[in-house]
Protein backbone atom coordinates (compact mmCIF):
# COMPACT_ATOMS: atom_id res chain seq x y z
CA UNK A 1 0.00 0.00 0.00
CA UNK A 2 2.45 2.12 0.99
CA UNK A 3 4.40 1.35 -2.30
CA UNK A 4 1.47 2.61 -4.28
CA UNK A 5 0.95 5.57 -2.19
CA UNK A 6 4.93 6.73 -3.44
CA UNK A 7 4.28 5.98 -6.73
CA UNK A 8 1.36 7.99 -6.73
CA UNK A 9 2.54 11.27 -5.23
CA UNK A 10 6.19 10.50 -7.52
CA UNK A 11 3.68 10.47 -10.74
CA UNK A 12 1.68 13.21 -9.40
CA UNK A 13 4.80 15.57 -9.10
CA UNK A 14 5.83 14.53 -12.66
CA UNK A 15 2.51 15.11 -14.13
CA UNK A 16 2.22 18.83 -12.31
CA UNK A 17 6.16 19.44 -13.30
CA UNK A 18 5.36 20.76 -16.98
CA UNK A 19 2.41 23.26 -15.49
CA UNK A 20 4.70 24.59 -12.55
CA UNK A 21 7.52 25.19 -15.22
CA UNK A 22 5.14 27.02 -17.84
CA UNK A 23 4.07 29.56 -15.02
CA UNK A 24 5.65 33.12 -16.09
CA UNK A 25 6.77 36.01 -13.95
CA UNK A 26 6.64 39.30 -15.11
CA UNK A 27 8.15 42.40 -13.22
CA UNK A 28 6.75 45.62 -13.03
CA UNK A 29 8.94 48.10 -12.15
CA UNK A 30 7.64 51.58 -10.22
CA UNK A 31 10.35 54.18 -10.17
CA UNK A 32 8.95 55.40 -7.22
CA UNK A 33 8.54 54.23 -3.34
CA UNK A 34 5.86 52.31 -2.07
CA UNK A 35 2.63 53.67 -0.61
CA UNK A 36 2.78 56.84 -3.64
CA UNK A 37 0.22 56.51 -6.56
CA UNK A 38 2.82 54.99 -9.29
CA UNK A 39 3.16 52.02 -6.60
CA UNK A 40 -0.55 52.16 -6.37
CA UNK A 41 -1.39 52.13 -10.02
CA UNK A 42 1.36 49.28 -10.53
CA UNK A 43 0.05 47.27 -7.91
CA UNK A 44 -3.55 47.64 -9.16
CA UNK A 45 -1.98 47.02 -12.82
CA UNK A 46 -0.61 43.94 -11.97
CA UNK A 47 -3.29 42.25 -9.71
CA UNK A 48 -5.63 42.95 -12.90
CA UNK A 49 -3.36 41.54 -15.72
CA UNK A 50 -1.99 38.58 -14.41
CA UNK A 51 -5.20 36.26 -14.68
CA UNK A 52 -5.35 38.08 -18.21
CA UNK A 53 -2.11 37.15 -19.56
CA UNK A 54 -1.49 33.85 -17.28
CA UNK A 55 1.18 34.90 -14.94
CA UNK A 56 2.37 35.93 -11.67
CA UNK A 57 3.19 40.01 -11.92
CA UNK A 58 5.08 40.79 -9.22
CA UNK A 59 5.70 44.27 -8.49
CA UNK A 60 9.71 45.73 -7.91
CA UNK A 61 10.31 49.33 -6.77
CA UNK A 62 13.33 51.11 -8.10
CA UNK A 63 13.77 54.79 -6.73
CA UNK A 64 15.91 56.95 -7.57
CA UNK A 65 16.09 60.41 -9.70
CA UNK A 66 12.54 60.53 -10.16
CA UNK A 67 12.16 57.58 -11.63
CA UNK A 68 14.61 57.22 -13.91
CA UNK A 69 16.88 54.48 -11.62
CA UNK A 70 13.68 51.95 -12.49
CA UNK A 71 13.12 53.20 -15.89
CA UNK A 72 17.19 52.84 -16.84
CA UNK A 73 16.96 49.16 -15.37
CA UNK A 74 14.06 48.23 -17.72
CA UNK A 75 15.09 49.91 -20.76
CA UNK A 76 18.11 47.64 -20.82
CA UNK A 77 16.22 44.46 -20.01
CA UNK A 78 15.24 42.23 -22.63
CA UNK A 79 12.08 43.18 -24.59
CA UNK A 80 10.38 39.60 -24.91
CA UNK A 81 7.79 41.38 -22.63
CA UNK A 82 8.42 40.19 -18.85
CA UNK A 83 9.75 43.19 -17.93
CA UNK A 84 7.51 46.72 -17.53
CA UNK A 85 7.64 50.23 -16.71
CA UNK A 86 5.07 51.96 -14.67
CA UNK A 87 5.99 55.60 -16.86
CA UNK A 88 4.11 58.59 -15.33
CA UNK A 89 4.27 61.92 -17.10
CA UNK A 90 7.23 63.26 -14.86
CA UNK A 91 9.67 60.42 -15.59
CA UNK A 92 8.86 60.51 -19.31
CA UNK A 93 8.20 64.03 -20.30
CA UNK A 94 10.20 66.48 -17.46
CA UNK A 95 13.05 65.05 -16.55
CA UNK A 96 15.24 64.18 -19.18
CA UNK A 97 14.58 67.77 -20.56
CA UNK A 98 15.76 69.48 -17.72
CA UNK A 99 18.78 71.19 -17.70
CA UNK A 100 21.83 69.84 -16.76
CA UNK A 101 20.02 66.77 -15.93
CA UNK A 102 23.34 64.40 -15.99
CA UNK A 103 21.03 60.65 -17.03
CA UNK A 104 22.06 57.66 -18.10
CA UNK A 105 19.61 57.53 -20.61
CA UNK A 106 16.51 59.35 -21.70
CA UNK A 107 13.35 57.57 -20.44
CA UNK A 108 11.26 59.02 -23.20
CA UNK A 109 13.30 57.76 -25.91
CA UNK A 110 14.51 53.88 -24.42
CA UNK A 111 10.89 52.92 -23.64
CA UNK A 112 8.32 52.21 -25.81
CA UNK A 113 4.58 52.91 -24.94
CA UNK A 114 2.36 49.89 -23.84
CA UNK A 115 -1.24 51.72 -23.36
CA UNK A 116 -2.51 54.24 -20.63
CA UNK A 117 -4.73 53.17 -17.37
CA UNK A 118 -5.69 56.78 -16.25
CA UNK A 119 -5.34 60.54 -16.32
CA UNK A 120 -4.60 62.37 -12.77
CA UNK A 121 -6.11 65.87 -12.94
CA UNK A 122 -4.06 68.96 -11.27
CA UNK A 123 -5.70 71.26 -9.49
CA UNK A 124 -4.74 74.87 -8.25
CA UNK A 125 -5.42 74.69 -4.50
CA UNK A 126 -5.48 77.20 -1.31
CA UNK A 127 -6.38 76.60 2.38
CA UNK A 128 -10.00 77.34 3.13
CA UNK A 129 -8.77 79.47 6.30
CA UNK A 130 -7.21 81.30 3.87
CA UNK A 131 -7.35 84.61 2.22
CA UNK A 132 -7.99 83.60 -1.68
CA UNK A 133 -11.82 82.16 -3.10
CA UNK A 134 -11.09 82.21 -6.69
CA UNK A 135 -8.31 82.17 -9.10
CA UNK A 136 -8.65 85.73 -9.64
CA UNK A 137 -7.93 86.61 -6.50
CA UNK A 138 -4.45 85.04 -6.45
CA UNK A 139 -3.76 86.40 -9.93
CA UNK A 140 -4.93 90.45 -8.10
CA UNK A 141 -2.60 89.44 -5.57
CA UNK A 142 0.19 88.69 -7.13
CA UNK A 143 -0.27 91.65 -9.68
CA UNK A 144 -0.95 93.77 -6.65
CA UNK A 145 2.50 92.81 -4.67
CA UNK A 146 4.82 91.25 -7.54
CA UNK A 147 7.43 88.47 -5.91
CA UNK A 148 5.56 88.02 -2.73
CA UNK A 149 2.73 85.76 -3.84
CA UNK A 150 4.23 82.08 -3.42
CA UNK A 151 3.35 78.41 -4.50
CA UNK A 152 4.78 75.28 -3.27
CA UNK A 153 5.71 72.23 -5.17
CA UNK A 154 6.93 69.01 -4.86
CA UNK A 155 10.38 69.80 -5.65
CA UNK A 156 12.73 71.51 -8.82
CA UNK A 157 11.78 70.48 -11.78
CA UNK A 158 8.40 68.37 -10.80
CA UNK A 159 5.28 69.00 -12.52
CA UNK A 160 4.25 71.40 -9.73
CA UNK A 161 7.08 73.42 -9.69
CA UNK A 162 6.63 73.51 -13.99
CA UNK A 163 2.75 74.06 -13.66
CA UNK A 164 3.54 77.48 -11.36
CA UNK A 165 5.98 78.38 -13.83
CA UNK A 166 3.67 78.02 -16.73
CA UNK A 167 0.81 79.92 -14.72
CA UNK A 168 3.38 82.55 -14.53
CA UNK A 169 4.44 82.57 -18.37
CA UNK A 170 0.55 82.55 -19.31
CA UNK A 171 -0.37 85.55 -16.53
CA UNK A 172 2.62 87.60 -16.70
CA UNK A 173 2.84 87.69 -12.94
CA UNK A 174 6.00 87.46 -10.72
CA UNK A 175 5.23 84.90 -7.93
CA UNK A 176 8.06 82.61 -6.09
CA UNK A 177 8.40 79.44 -6.17
CA UNK A 178 9.22 77.51 -2.76
CA UNK A 179 10.34 73.51 -3.53
CA UNK A 180 9.92 70.95 -0.80
CA UNK A 181 11.06 67.23 -0.51
CA UNK A 182 7.65 65.99 -1.81
CA UNK A 183 4.32 67.19 -2.30
CA UNK A 184 2.89 66.18 1.78
CA UNK A 185 5.49 69.03 3.29
CA UNK A 186 3.92 71.33 0.63
CA UNK A 187 0.86 70.63 1.37
CA UNK A 188 1.08 70.84 4.54
CA UNK A 189 2.40 74.45 4.26
CA UNK A 190 -0.49 75.21 2.57
CA UNK A 191 -2.48 74.29 5.25
CA UNK A 192 -0.34 76.04 7.43
CA UNK A 193 -0.57 79.47 5.57
CA UNK A 194 3.38 79.41 5.05
CA UNK A 195 2.82 79.13 0.98
CA UNK A 196 0.11 80.74 -1.03
CA UNK A 197 -1.34 78.27 -3.47
CA UNK A 198 -0.05 74.97 -5.01
CA UNK A 199 -1.35 73.09 -8.01
CA UNK A 200 -0.96 69.71 -7.72
CA UNK A 201 -2.02 66.13 -8.32
CA UNK A 202 -5.56 65.20 -6.83
CA UNK A 203 -4.55 61.95 -6.16
CA UNK A 204 -1.77 64.04 -3.37
CA UNK A 205 -5.16 65.55 -1.32
CA UNK A 206 -8.39 63.21 -1.20
CA UNK A 207 -8.62 63.49 2.74
CA UNK A 208 -7.60 67.66 3.01
CA UNK A 209 -10.32 67.79 0.20
CA UNK A 210 -13.01 65.40 1.58
CA UNK A 211 -12.36 67.61 4.93
CA UNK A 212 -12.59 70.52 3.50
CA UNK A 213 -9.56 71.94 4.65
CA UNK A 214 -8.15 72.15 1.01
CA UNK A 215 -10.04 74.46 -1.45
CA UNK A 216 -9.86 73.49 -4.81
CA UNK A 217 -10.23 76.44 -6.99
CA UNK A 218 -9.73 74.95 -10.81
CA UNK A 219 -8.62 72.13 -12.46
CA UNK A 220 -5.42 72.00 -14.49
CA UNK A 221 -6.66 69.85 -17.37
CA UNK A 222 -9.42 71.12 -19.81
CA UNK A 223 -11.52 67.59 -19.83
CA UNK A 224 -12.90 68.32 -16.08
CA UNK A 225 -12.74 65.50 -13.64
CA UNK A 226 -15.98 63.13 -12.44
CA UNK A 227 -14.71 63.26 -8.99
CA UNK A 228 -15.13 67.38 -9.05
CA UNK A 229 -17.94 67.95 -11.72
CA UNK A 230 -18.51 71.46 -9.84
CA UNK A 231 -14.61 72.72 -10.36
CA UNK A 232 -14.24 74.61 -13.68
CA UNK A 233 -11.09 74.18 -15.94
CA UNK A 234 -8.24 76.63 -14.82
CA UNK A 235 -8.01 77.50 -18.75
CA UNK A 236 -11.68 79.87 -18.27
CA UNK A 237 -9.63 82.06 -16.58
CA UNK A 238 -6.00 81.21 -17.67
CA UNK A 239 -6.41 80.33 -21.36
CA UNK A 240 -4.05 78.12 -22.84
CA UNK A 241 -3.24 75.97 -19.49
CA UNK A 242 -3.79 72.86 -19.67
CA UNK A 243 -1.84 70.48 -17.93
CA UNK A 244 -2.93 66.58 -16.93
CA UNK A 245 -0.99 63.79 -15.33
CA UNK A 246 -1.00 59.91 -16.70
CA UNK A 247 -0.28 56.83 -15.61
CA UNK A 248 0.89 54.42 -18.45
CA UNK A 249 2.85 50.75 -18.75
CA UNK A 250 6.10 50.87 -20.71
CA UNK A 251 8.34 48.23 -22.11
CA UNK A 252 11.94 48.13 -23.73
CA UNK A 253 12.11 49.12 -27.12
CA UNK A 254 12.36 46.46 -29.55
CA UNK A 255 9.52 44.16 -28.75
CA UNK A 256 7.90 41.73 -30.78
CA UNK A 257 4.57 43.40 -32.52
CA UNK A 258 3.23 39.97 -31.40
CA UNK A 259 4.05 40.62 -27.80
CA UNK A 260 3.52 44.17 -27.76
CA UNK A 261 -0.05 43.62 -28.76
CA UNK A 262 -0.44 40.80 -26.60
CA UNK A 263 0.42 43.26 -23.49
CA UNK A 264 -1.52 46.36 -24.92
CA UNK A 265 -4.88 43.57 -25.35
CA UNK A 266 -4.29 43.08 -21.61
CA UNK A 267 -4.52 46.36 -20.48
CA UNK A 268 -7.53 47.20 -22.49
CA UNK A 269 -9.47 43.86 -21.19
CA UNK A 270 -8.51 44.83 -17.72
CA UNK A 271 -9.93 48.38 -18.45
CA UNK A 272 -13.27 46.75 -19.47
CA UNK A 273 -13.67 45.58 -16.51
CA UNK A 274 -15.03 46.72 -13.72
CA UNK A 275 -12.67 46.18 -11.05
CA UNK A 276 -9.55 47.78 -12.18
CA UNK A 277 -11.40 51.29 -13.13
CA UNK A 278 -13.35 51.37 -9.71
CA UNK A 279 -10.14 51.08 -7.62
CA UNK A 280 -8.47 53.38 -9.43
CA UNK A 281 -11.25 55.94 -9.14
CA UNK A 282 -11.67 55.57 -5.45
CA UNK A 283 -7.59 56.26 -5.52
CA UNK A 284 -8.35 59.90 -7.20
CA UNK A 285 -7.62 58.77 -10.73
CA UNK A 286 -9.14 59.26 -13.41
CA UNK A 287 -9.47 55.98 -15.50
CA UNK A 288 -8.48 56.36 -18.87
CA UNK A 289 -7.40 53.67 -21.10
CA UNK A 290 -5.34 54.51 -24.26
CA UNK A 291 -3.67 52.64 -26.49
CA UNK A 292 0.10 52.26 -27.53
CA UNK A 293 -0.42 55.14 -30.33
CA UNK A 294 -2.75 57.67 -28.16
CA UNK A 295 0.20 57.45 -25.24
CA UNK A 296 3.04 57.59 -27.63
CA UNK A 297 1.12 60.90 -28.74
CA UNK A 298 0.28 62.41 -25.41
CA UNK A 299 4.15 61.92 -24.55
CA UNK A 300 5.61 63.91 -27.68
CA UNK A 301 2.66 66.74 -26.75
CA UNK A 302 4.01 66.94 -23.33
CA UNK A 303 7.05 66.76 -24.12
CA UNK A 304 6.92 69.60 -26.29
CA UNK A 305 5.11 71.37 -23.74
CA UNK A 306 7.54 71.02 -20.85
CA UNK A 307 10.41 71.79 -23.26
CA UNK A 308 9.17 75.19 -23.72
CA UNK A 309 8.51 76.07 -20.46
CA UNK A 310 12.00 74.33 -19.11
CA UNK A 311 13.52 76.44 -21.94
CA UNK A 312 12.28 79.55 -20.66
CA UNK A 313 12.68 79.55 -17.36
CA UNK A 314 15.99 78.23 -17.61
CA UNK A 315 15.23 75.30 -15.14
CA UNK A 316 18.11 73.12 -13.92
CA UNK A 317 18.50 69.98 -12.57
CA UNK A 318 19.42 69.58 -8.21
Known amino acids: ?15 AAPAMAQERTI ?27 GARVVVENRTG ?15 DGNTLFQCPMSTLAI ?4 VGANLPLDPGEALAPVGNLALSSYGF ?8 RSVRDVLAAARARPGQVSFGSAGVGSAQHLSGELLKQKTGTEMVHVPYRGATPAILDI ?23 ILLLA ?10 PEVRPLAETVPGFDVTGWFGICAPRGMPAEVAGRLEAALRQAMAGEALPKR ?21 TDRKTWREVIRTVGVKAE
Open 191 to 213: LGGRTDFMITNLADVPGQLREGS
Open 27 to 53: RLVSGFAAGGASDLVSRLAAEAIGPIL
Open 219 to 228: LGDTGGSALY
Open 65 to 79: VNGVIGAAEVARSAP
Open 1 to 15: MMRRIVLGMLLGAAL
Open 125 to 132: MVSAKGPY
Open 95 to 98: VPQL
Open 280 to 300: LAESGLSPRFEDAATLAARIA
